[in-house]
């Protein structure tokens, strides 16, 4: 009897969070997919960005300059299933070049080296993470926060107006960050935490204005109902360019950032774009799992009588 009714225990509990994931997917929440089960490989966001450097202390190129911009998340690959997430995730990002430096990464033939800066986060006021998405809950120390759209990217104005590939100036890019901040809610920011943390950018080659970029980031902060916990180090992955197991934000390869124009616009030193895969590695604590248990445990029993054998939608909690 009492192993019948262990094995029950465990058929409605599977059910429960069967039935509450299910109805999380459907609703194309972000931090829902990330959270998915069986979280043993890295969560990869497709994104493409705009970004301007601004002339803050003078011509392109200069140490102290300020680079803002934002990314739009196309897709997330999951446990090797792609989605698209509509762009309803973005990641609003400022760093200031800090000095020159040489990193060596791991190429096809073995280690080469890469002339460019290293970023620190923003303090030119105005330009922190923190001030762009005018919120407390981002550390001033911020270089990169996720955030996630509360209305359809379709009915969005000029986030929609960013076009792929294409510059985007200094009124627009404002624009649209500050229709973010205005219809979204914070889920992380990440910055440099442990001695190993950086955030880098090639030169860009003279002839053909393409440079590369890479990073490795720390959690610094978390929205509501987002556990700081939940992000892990990264996978290594196969052709890795650095050992990422040290990191819980970088990306999957080189970050291609494009020079678009130089001098562009009064105040500004330069527009770019690129694009790239983000990493991160979002796994829920047990104590997590045992709230969605509950939660889908109790919807499931609420249903279980008109619905026995079917998966009932069900609203988040919050």
């Not at 809950?137 to 107006?161: C, F, G, H, R, W």
């Not at 616009?265 to 509950?294: F, H, K, Q």
Request: include cysteine.
């Amino acid at each position: 009897m009492r192993i019948k009714m262990a094995l029950r225990a465990v058929v409605l509990f599977s059910t429960a969070i069967t039935c509450y994931l299910a109805a999380e997917k459907a609703r194309a929440n972000v931090i829902s997919h990330l959270l998915s089960p069986p979280n043993n490989t890295n969560d990869a966001l497709q994104d493409r960005s705009w970004r301007l450097e601004l002339a803050n202390q003078g011509e392109p190129g200069v140490i102290g300059n300020v680079m803002y911009g934002i990314s739009a998340f196309d897709t997330l690959t999951i446990n090797g299933e792609t989605v698209n997430v509509d762009r309803s995730a973005w990641l609003v990002f400022s760093v200031t070049r800090a000095s020159a430096a040489t990193r060596t990464f791991q190429g096809p033939f073995g280690p080469f080296t890469l002339s460019g800066y290293d970023y620190v986060y923003t303090t030119l006021t105005g330009y922190s993470v923190a001030k762009l998405l005018n919120t407390h809950n981002v550390p001033d120390s911020a270089m990169a926060a996720i955030v996630e759209l509360q209305i359809p990217y379709n009915s969005t104005n000029y986030l929609k107006s960013l076009a792929d590939d294409t510059a985007a100036n200094k009124t627009l890019l404002d624009n649209a960050i500050n229709e973010l901040n205005n219809n979204s809610r914070f889920i992380a920011a990440f910055g440099i935490v442990d001695p190993q943390d950086f955030y880098f950018m090639q030169d860009p080659n003279p002839g053909t204005g393409h440079a590369y970029e890479f990073f490795g980031l720390s959690p610094l902060a978390t929205g509501p109902g987002v556990d700081i916990n939940w992000f892990e180090p990264l996978f290594d992955e196969p052709s890795q360019r650095v050992s990422l197991s040290q990191f819980e934000f970088s990306l999957r390869d080189f970050m291609n950032v494009s020079l678009r124009r130089v001098k562009p616009e009064e105040g500004v030193a330069a527009w770019y774009t690129d694009r790239g895969t983000v990493l991160v590695n979002v796994v829920p604590e047990p104590s997590s799992w045992m709230a969605l248990l509950g939660l889908g445990l109790t919807a499931w029993a609420l249903r279980r009588r008109k619905s026995p054998r079917t998966c009932t939608p069900i609203a988040a909690a919050g």
